[in-house]
């Protein structure tokens, strides 16, 4: 049974960081595309970063590009996200996810993902 589990949301200041992490079981994590998307209230799932099978490859949606930073360590089947210079508008619930087939080559959308985690929550305070 696949079970991803987010941690490492919060509360900070906008200008601040935080770290997410995505702690995988269940599965061989370093065979598969991993990627974080955020969910705003009302809003459909969008894609934030993805990352290959070895970390070398990652994307980033535009409105994050140069401020997170996506890695992931196969030895301890874990993907992080590194979020910093943090804005109001990245409050979001964020979500670790296993993409099909090796889709952060091509497109990463929800209809894309094979497992979702629960989710954690970002806020961030103006």
């Known amino acids: 049974q696949v079970q991803l589990v987010e941690s490492g949301g919060g509360l900070v200041q906008a200008g601040g960081s935080l770290r997410l992490s995505c702690a995988a079981s269940?599965?061989?994590?370093?065979?598969?595309?991993m990627a974080w998307f955020r969910q705003f209230p009302g809003k459909e799932r969008e894609g934030v970063s993805c990352?290959?099978?070895?970390?070398?490859?990652?994307y980033y949606a535009g409105s994050v590009e140069g401020r997170f930073t996506i890695s992931r360590d196969n030895a301890k089947s874990t993907l992080y996200l590194q979020m910093d210079s943090l804005k109001p508008e990245d409050t979001a619930t964020y979500y670790c996810?296993?993409?099909?087939?090796?889709?952060?080559?091509?497109?990463?959308?929800?209809?894309?993902?094979?497992?979702w985690g629960h989710g954690t929550q970002v806020t961030i305070s103006s």
């Open positions: 996810a296993v993409l099909e087939s090796a889709a952060c080559y091509d497109t990463w959308t929800p209809n894309r993902v094979n497992y």
């Open positions: 990352v290959n099978r070895n970390g070398k490859i990652t």
């Open positions: 269940g599965l061989t994590f370093e065979s598969f595309h």
